[in-house]
């Protein structure tokens, strides 16, 4: 029985003196003009190719040099690189069983004189004239065929694959440029481990030869120490990889990959610093051997923003790069964040030097928000992101979000969690809601999933619950039933199910008819729950009190002035001091610049929420005895400000307690 073979692909090109399919004046036998490429097309089908790709293209000079890079330092490449763009050409991928190889045999040396003194049957020396219109390319190995498919045939949309790198115990010295080297090409290093890599099976994986002088150098590098395998995840990854790390032999890789790491590290063909292991069965058997914490690993939300300017001119284009780099969208909101917004956001940046100009930044046009989700999306998003300087991004990740589409160091594009306590922290500031961790499932099974949790706060979910649980009338001797009901409700009015229908609180309670009664206004606020404090007095130790209590005892610091500054003249107050409380994410508020206007404090206890506790602070000139009594009973000239009625006076006892 004859060995099965391996079917391999190369890529040809008709270059410009054939791919029109006429010869130019005083070049060739002119009875062939219109027929060349259909007289080529037939010759390659009778040497056993099969064409899988073809296309028309007109390289540019850049793609010259990718294709010819083994030819920069020749005299006459100036005038091969003329001659390439001067009309257009023809590209083809060809498939059969050592296709590099029988591709270069059909067409013949590269000279065509060599050619048709070689043989006359060779495509070079029938259509080809000079060294430089010598009519067609192909492929010289099979990495340059991948680089050539590359190139010419790009994938119409890039998806995600996962590989590892194994760095060789000789190569250890150079582990952190390696590291940079795959990190700028675009990879997510996901994972790395160090390990000993010494049987039979595992030294197949890295085996690039069958020469047994090969084998026994390469057993005897990989048993001398350990190695270093990072698990990387990236798009179109496969053949970027390769590229990357350049031909298995160091000495092919300085002349067609000088650039690639096996071309600056690589000694011989058995020491050539690293190997990809990727496609094979055993590949992925390895990788959940050697990682697995990793592929245990939960999915993880971070909290990603494109900033102003941005968001309108390429927000789509992000939201594409998002969902290629396998991340799911949970939220997305389009909004245009107020000063007030942007301080909390960046308080830690608060007396920098860029703060001023973040803020104006910031606030200057809408912005996206969105909640991203996958295996250890906070690293992945960062790294997609690229630095945070977008002059840095540009000249050393070029490819990376910042580096496409970045300014400056503000007006860098988008922003991302830098931890997972930062993430919580912003996801509860933009949507109001805690982070929880997704179960233990495949980043791409949570992408199929679509987002199921909605915007509204626990007291508003409550409040609705319980308008509908009154309507129902249960009896008082079915209260674990009302219970169960008000449970269920809840768990399905937070995760957008199919509403609970009013036929019953249960089996028991349904039997008795809802009543057709107008909803019951339970009067519970959304914000009741609220734990605030109000300050007011003189204003020089007053705010630093405020704010020192707000840190040391775990409050929010919410300055009234400030939330009011922003004002429109036709806006009330109370509403715009309502819209601020509803945004805010805390529970428990130290609300500072009070005023002393009594009429305040009740439509602020009416609208938002009882005061927990109301502080006075003195001046700190002259008495600094408080003129406020700590009595139940006050007397009207002992309070801050007088008081005409039994509620202001009811009020005041609360007051002084």
């Known amino acids: 029985m004859e060995p099965a073979t391996t079917t391999t692909t190369t890529v040809a090109l008709l270059k410009p003196d054939c791919a029109s399919g006429h010869r130019a004046p005083g070049e060739g036998d002119p009875a062939s003009n219109g027929k060349i490429v259909e007289d080529i097309l037939q010759r390659i089908k009778a040497e056993g190719f099969v064409v899988t790709q073809r296309r028309t293209v007109l390289l540019t000079k850049a793609h010259v040099r990718q294709l010819y890079r083994h030819a920069w ?164 990854l496969i053949p970027e990889l390769e590229l990357l790390l350049g031909s298995p032999d160091p000495m092919h890789a300085k002349v067609y990959f000088p650039t690639s790491i096996r071309a600056e590290m690589g000694a011989t063909r058995a020491n050539n610093c690293v190997h990809a292991v990727h496609t094979t069965a055993a590949a992925v058997a390895r990788m959940h051997t050697w990682f697995p914490s990793f592929f245990a690993l939960a999915p993880e939300s971070t909290l990603a923003i494109i900033k102003p300017v941005t968001a309108t001119r390429h927000g789509d284009d992000i939201m594409q790069i998002i969902r290629t780099h396998g991340f799911r969208i949970d939220r997305t909101s389009r909004r245009h964040l107020s000063r007030e917004d942007a301080m909390e956001f960046y308080a830690e940046h608060a007396g920098k030097s860029f703060y001023e100009s973040l803020m104006a930044y910031m606030t200057s046009d809408d912005v996206i928000v969105l909640i991203l989700t996958r295996v250890k999306a906070i690293y992945a998003w960062r790294k997609c992101m690229g630095p945070t300087n977008s002059t840095i991004a540009k000249t050393q990740f070029p490819t990376s979000i910042r580096g496409r589409f970045g300014i400056d160091g503000t007006k860098n594009a988008t922003h991302g969690s830098d931890s997972v306590a930062s993430a919580r922290r912003e996801i509860q500031l933009m949507f109001h809601v805690a982070v929880v961790a997704p179960g233990s499932v495949p980043t791409k099974a949570l992408a199929d999933t679509p987002s199921k949790y909605t915007q509204k706060t626990l007291h508003d979910a409550l409040a609705r619950g319980i308008t509908q649980l009154c309507q129902l009338n249960p009896r008082l001797d079915a209260a674990l039933d009302a219970c169960e009901w008000l449970g269920r409700f809840l768990v399905r009015d937070a995760t957008n199910q199919a509403p609970v229908v009013s036929v019953g609180v249960s089996a028991s309670v349904g039997r008795s008819k809802p009543r057709k009664a107008a909803p019951v206004d339970l009067a519970v606020p959304s914000l009741a729950a609220l734990h605030i404090v109000g300050f007011f007095g003189a204003p020089r130790n007053r705010s630093w009190l405020a704010a020192q209590l707000a840190k040391d005892f775990g409050y929010h610091y919410m300055n009234l002035d400030t939330v009011l500054e922003k004002k429109e003249p036709h806006e009330d107050s109370m509403a715009v001091i309502v819209k601020a409380f509803k945004r805010c994410v805390w529970k428990r508020v130290i609300v500072d610049h009070c005023p002393p206007d009594l009429t305040f404090y009740l439509a602020f206890q009416k609208h938002v929420a009882a005061f927990a506790w109301i502080t006075v602070v003195a001046d700190d000139v002259g008495d600094a005895t408080p003129r406020t009594s700590h009595g139940t009973h006050a007397s009207p000239h002992e309070l801050p400000f007088p008081t005409h009625s039994p509620d202001e006076h009811e009020f005041y006892d609360f007051f002084h307690k």
């Open 73 to 236: 330092n020749d005299g006459d490449f100036d005038a091969v690189l003329d001659f390439m763009v001067s009309g257009p050409c023809i590209a083809l991928v060809l498939s059969r069983d050592d296709a590099v190889g029988r591709w270069k045999a059909v067409m013949g040396p590269v000279d065509p004189a060599a050619a048709k003194a070689t043989s006359k049957s060779l495509l070079r020396g029938i259509y080809g004239t000079t060294l430089i219109r010598n009519a067609l390319y192909g492929s010289e190995s099979d990495l340059c065929a991948l680089r050539d498919m590359n190139l010419l045939f790009p994938p119409p949309l890039p998806s995600m694959h996962r590989a590892m790198v194994i760095v060789k115990p000789t190569t250890v010295n150079f582990l952190d440029a390696i590291s940079v080297r795959l990190e700028r090409a675009g990879f997510f290093v996901m994972d790395r481990v160090t390990l000993t890599i010494s049987s039979d099976d595992d030294l197949l994986l890295l085996a690039d030869s069958t020469d047994p002088t090969y084998a026994d150098e390469l057993k005897a590098i990989m048993t001398g120490g350990a190695s270093e395998v990072f698990l990387l995840e990236g798009l179109n």
